[in-house]
Structure formats: C-alpha cells, structure tokens
C-alpha cells in the first residue's frame, strides 16, 4: 500500500484534503484512500500548488492554478483545486514546476510546459518580460524532439526558468536569466527591471556527461555529472552555490563545480542547499538564520557542511524557505 500524506498550509487548497482554505495540519494527514501513489514531484518553494503520481502513469494535480500550472484547462484566482485532480494522460514520467509552471516528460521522450509564460519559461519560442504573451492552461508539446531523457531526475522548473536532459547527455535550458540561473555565461540582475531571456531550448555548454538535475528554486540551480561531481549556478549571496564565497550580489552565470566526486542528489531553496553523497551523508550550505543548513548552528555556510554523522541518508530531500525534510534508509522521516 501506499498511501499519500499532507501537512502544513492549506492556502488555495494546497494540502489536497478537499477543503479550500484553512485548517493547516500540523501533522500528517492522509489525502483521499487511494493506495496506489508512487510519486510526489519536487516543486518550486512556496508554490502552493503539488503533483503526485500514480502507478498507472498518470499525475494528478491540487493546489493554487493563478497561471494555469495545474494543467487542467482553466487558470485564475478560481481556478484551484482542493483535492488531487487527474492532468490529461497516462504516460507521464517526470514533473516539476515552478513558480506559475511546469515541465514535464513522457515515456516516449517529449518534453512538454503548461502555465505561465511571461519569460518563456515553457520552452515555446515566445515569450517578454511584459507578460503579454499568452500562457498555457493544458499541457503542450515543447519542440518535436522525441530525445529527451525518459527518467526522473532529468528536468527542473524554478522560478521563471526550466531545465532538462537530453539522452544523449546534453543539458539545455529556457526562460528567464535573471542570477545567471540559466547557465549560459550571460548575467542579468533582478534590479535591472528586464531580464535576458530565452525563449526555446538552448544548449548550456558542450559537455554530454550530464546525469542529474536538482529539484531547486528561482535563485539556484545544481545539476551532477556522470562522473559524480555537483555543479551549480545562479545567486549566491548567502553562500547557497557551495563556492566559498558569499555576499550580494554574488552570481555564477555558468554550471561551477563543487569539490568532490561522489555527489548523489542536490536540492536547494531560494537561499539555502542539500546534498547527499553515495556513502550516505548530507551536507549543507548558504543561509542558516532558521536552522536550515542543519549544522546545530545559526551561522549561514558558504561551503557544503557536515549534517551530523549518519551515513543513512537516502538523498530524498523536500525544501521549503525556511525548512527541510529528509528520509533514512530505514523508512524515518526527518525534519529541520
């Protein structure tokens, strides 16, 4: 059996227990009676709004929809879900979404975007930073390619930009540009008012060794190499990119790497990041003011730090501003 579980803020249906506003849940509470759930996809912090799979292939959708990022043909104030709600299709493989969007994969390796598209951040060749081009309520096709990579942990939606593996090893990007956060050796900044942006698919350097992307938020993105090591770009003002440096602004506009070979999964929020390594350690970076890192300490870390000594962390890792979640490899659950 697995059953689905739920907690904390219930703004515009987000828990999924089919009321729309508050009661929070400060506890664990189950969604529905559905014993068939295999997934819960990252999504950008404080989104309000989940995805979740089932075993048949398909992804179900609840939560706020202002900019049609549930996928289910309607967008607006209105428009949310408050309980989960079945996105078109059954062959679904991967999703992650960003701020008002989402990407997702499909087993026959098309990539596909739905809701806000202000900055092209759904990969369709349109897009300003005006907010005049139109978005997407359903899920569209991005390009013809059939060569996307067909495994999770090969695409990322955060803020205004998406990311997403090729099979054949190559990383690309779209959207927004604002902190570097797409890699292309191109810097713009929030304060400028505009922002480069790319509005299609773009090759981010030549490297085919590509293996993983981070479910991340708006300021920071990481991918892993075939060969075990982490890379990161964007803003990294509290020391959130792992480099030894802090301060603002302190942006990376290309993937940067990280001392180490043996990398296994990195996630991260606006200012704060988790990486796990194979032999089962976690380490933590950037701002500490709440805890966050996980260090015992308040002190924000510009280099990847030492979570305690366990080596039974599993790399499944949830994010949010000011808090993470974990899972040991004996099925316990953490929080910090």
Not at 9 to 27: D, I
Request: glycine letters at 16%.
């Amino acid at each position: 059996l697995k059953n689905l579980y739920t907690w904390g803020n219930n703004a515009n249906g987000g828990l999924g227990l089919n009321a729309a506003q508050p009661a929070e849940k400060s506890s664990p509470t189950q969604i529905g009676t559905q014993t068939d759930w295999n997934n819960i996809y990252s999504q950008w912090t404080d989104s309000y709004h989940s995805f979740a799979g089932r075993e048949q292939g398909t992804l179900w959708a609840w939560g706020a929809n202002q900019g049609g990022e549930l996928g289910l043909n309607d967008s607006g104030p209105t428009g949310y879900r408050s309980s989960p709600t079945q996105v078109p299709g059954t062959t679904w493989v991967d999703v992650q979404s960003g701020y008002y969007h989402a990407v997702a994969l499909k087993t026959n390796g098309t990539l596909w975007g739905w809701g806000s598209n202000n900055a092209g951040q759904l990969g369709l060749n349109e897009g300003d930073l005006s907010g005049s081009t139109g978005k997407r309520s359903s899920p569209t096709q991005i390009g013809t390619d059939t060569t996307w990579a067909t495994t999770e942990g090969k695409i990322t939606g955060g803020g205004a930009n998406s990311h997403a593996i090729k099979a054949n090893g190559t990383l690309w990007a779209w959207g927004s540009n604002t902190y570097g956060g797409l890699g292309l050796n191109q810097t713009s900044s929030a304060s400028e008012g505009t922002s480069f942006l790319c509005s299609s698919p773009t090759q981010v350097g030549t490297d085919t060794t590509w293996s993983s992307l981070s479910a991340t938020s708006g300021k920071v993105k990481g991918a892993i190499k075939t060969d075990g090591t982490l890379w990161t770009w964007g803003e990294g003002e509290y020391g959130q990119l792992g480099h030894n440096q802090g301060g603002s602004p302190s942006p990376k506009s290309s993937p940067t790497q990280i001392p180490g070979t043996t990398w296994r999964t990195f996630h991260s929020a606006n200012n704060n990041s988790i990486a796990t390594k194979t032999d089962g350690t976690m380490w933590g970076f950037g701002r500490n003011a709440y805890g966050s890192v996980g260090d015992n300490t308040s002190v924000n870390r510009s280099s990847p730090t030492q979570i305690g000594t366990d080596t039974t962390w599993t790399g499944k890792v949830a994010m949010g501003s000011y808090a993470v979640s974990a899972v040991k490899t004996d099925g316990t659950y953490w929080t910090w």
